[in-house]
T-cell receptor
Framework: KNEVEQSPQNLTAQEGEFITINCSYS?????LHWLQQHPGGGIVSLFM???GKKKHGRLIATINIQEKHSSLHITASHPRDSAVYIC?????????FGTGTRLQVFP | GAVVSQHPSRVICKSGTSVKIECRSL??????MFWYRQFPKQSLMLMAT?????????EQGVEKDKFLINHASLTLSTLTVTSAHPEDSSFYIC???????????FGEGSWLTVV
C-alpha cells in the first residue's frame, strides 16, 4: 500500500462544476503539499498545509491531521484547471508523492 | 515570489555522452535541493538530496556514479547524467527548499531524450 493515496485517479468535469480531490496518507507529517502539474511537465506549488484550511482564489485546501486526510476543492472549474494534481507529504526533509489525479474540465 | 529556474528545458543527446542539467534558485538561497525523475504517467521519484557544500544523498537504487550531483553554491545545483542510455530518457525536475521554513519551490523540469 502506498504511503500517500489519492482519489480519484482520473476526473472529468464540465466547466463550472465543483471539484474535490482527496488525499490520504499513512505516515506522520510536518506538512502536506498540493501541487499542480501541467502537460508540459512544470510543477506549481498550490498549497502547503500543516493544519486547517487555506484558500487561494477558486482553490481551497483542507487537512485533518487526526484522520490523515486532505482535500483539494476547485470551485467554478474552468478548462484551464485541466492538469494533474499531486498530493505530497513531508515526514522529513523529503517529499512522498501521491500518484496524482488527472483532471480534465470541458467547456 | 521565489523562483527556481531549470535549464535546459529539453535536451537530446546521443547514447554514451553526458548531459548536465542546472537548477538555480533565483532570489533565495537554497540550502537543500532535490532531484526527481518522472516517467510518463507515473509519480515523481526522488533521486537524491543535494546539500550545499557536501555530498549528495542518493535514494536506494539510484547510481551515484551515473547521476552526478554537485551543489557548489547556495543558488546552484547540477545533475549530470553520465554515459547516457536510452533508458535514461525521462523528465527530470528539481526543487529547492527555502532556508527559513518548509516552503519548497519546483523548477520547470527538463525533458531528456537519449537517442
Amino acid at each position: 500500500k502506498n504511503e500517500v493515496e489519492q482519489s480519484p485517479q482520473n476526473l472529468t468535469a464540465q466547466e463550472g462544476e465543483f471539484i474535490t480531490i482527496n488525499c490520504s496518507y499513512s505516515v506522520g507529517i510536518s506538512a502536506l503539499h498540493w501541487l499542480q502539474q501541467h502537460p508540459g511537465g512544470g510543477i506549481v506549488s498550490l498549497f502547503m498545509l500543516s493544519s486547517g484550511k487555506k484558500k487561494h482564489g477558486r482553490l481551497i485546501a483542507t487537512i485533518n491531521i487526526q484522520e490523515k486526510h486532505s482535500s483539494l476543492h476547485i470551485t467554478a472549474s474552468h478548462p484551464r484547471d485541466s492538469a494533474v494534481y499531486i498530493c505530497a507529504v513531508s515526514p522529513s526533509d523529503k517529499l512522498i508523492f501521491g500518484t496524482g489525479t488527472r483532471l480534465q474540465v470541458f467547456p | 515570489g521565489a523562483v527556481v529556474s531549470q535549464h535546459p528545458s529539453r535536451v537530446i543527446c546521443k547514447s554514451g555522452t553526458s548531459v548536465k542539467i542546472e537548477c538555480r534558485s533565483l532570489d533565495f538561497q537554497a540550502t537543500t535541493m532535490f532531484w526527481y525523475r518522472q516517467f510518463p504517467k507515473q509519480s515523481l521519484m526522488l533521486m537524491a538530496t543535494s546539500n550545499e557544500g557536501s555530498k549528495a544523498t542518493y535514494e536506494q537504487g539510484v547510481e551515484k556514479d551515473k547521476f552526478l550531483i554537485n551543489h557548489a553554491s547556495l543558488t546552484l545545483s547540477t545533475l549530470t547524467v553520465t554515459s547516457a542510455h536510452p533508458e535514461d530518457s525521462s523528465f527530470y525536475i528539481c526543487s529547492a527548499r527555502y532556508r527559513a521554513g518548509n516552503t519548497i519551490y519546483f523548477g520547470e523540469g527538463s525533458w531528456l531524450t537519449v537517442v
